[in-house]
């Protein structure tokens, strides 16, 4: 099996070789597997992130979101640590030291325990729940201290070939209960970790 830094570095040669206008083009499929996502769970209220130019687009989900009176929470980061929530209001700025988009807005004092469902970025996933991020530990940091309903609503988007059968993980490690692509949706198998 692969490490996870060995994941991060084919994740990350797949994406440049897909390249960021490529990845644009899919903007229109994750906007409709996000709010098929939404529905499904009747959520008012989601935590989501704005996504770098090889991430899945989520730029037209967040339209969406606005203009149908979805509630999102995006993350900023306030440390070399610690996330700190914001509802999106479309305005963006980059990350000076990270280089993500990241909201310009205020904080939301609540943050992440408002949301009813969390949309988290990932490297990979594979169909038991392990999801691999970027190695920051930002969002495994955030998830350690969630509710436990929130935690079973917690959704991994990734591209298509970042869907894996094995990954490795530990067990610090929060499992997703699905993984959203630009094509599909699927329930992970994470109760069996």
Do not use: N
Not at 7 to 36: H, I, K, P
Not at 40 to 51: K, N, S, V, W
Not at 93 to 105: D, I, K, N, Q
Not at 161 to 176: R, S, Y
């Amino acid at each position: 099996m692969l490490t996870k830094w060995e994941v991060r570095d084919e994740v990350r040669a797949r994406r440049r070789m897909r390249g960021a206008e490529s990845t644009a083009r899919l903007a229109g499929q994750v906007r409709d597997q996000l709010e098929g996502l939404v529905t499904r769970f009747d959520a008012r209220t989601i935590a989501c992130f704005a996504a770098t130019p090889l991430e899945p687009p989520t730029g037209a989900f967040l339209d969406w979101a606005r203009e149908h009176g979805v509630r999102v929470l995006l993350p900023r980061a306030v440390s070399a640590t610690a996330l700190e929530w914001c509802v999106d209001d479309g305005t963006l700025r980059e990350h000076p030291r990270l280089r993500v988009p990241e909201p310009a807005g205020l904080a939301d004092p609540a943050g992440l325990d408002r949301a009813e469902l969390v949309v988290l970025p990932a490297a990979a996933v594979d169909r038991t729940g392990a999801r691999v991020g970027w190695g920051g530990g930002y969002y495994d940091r955030a998830l350690e201290v969630l509710r436990p309903d929130l935690r079973r609503r917690l959704f991994a988007l990734v591209h298509d070939d970042e869907v894996f059968d094995a990954l490795p993980h530990e067990p610090h490690d929060v499992p997703v209960v699905g993984i959203v692509t630009p094509t599909m949706y699927l329930e992970t198998h994470s109760e069996s970790r």
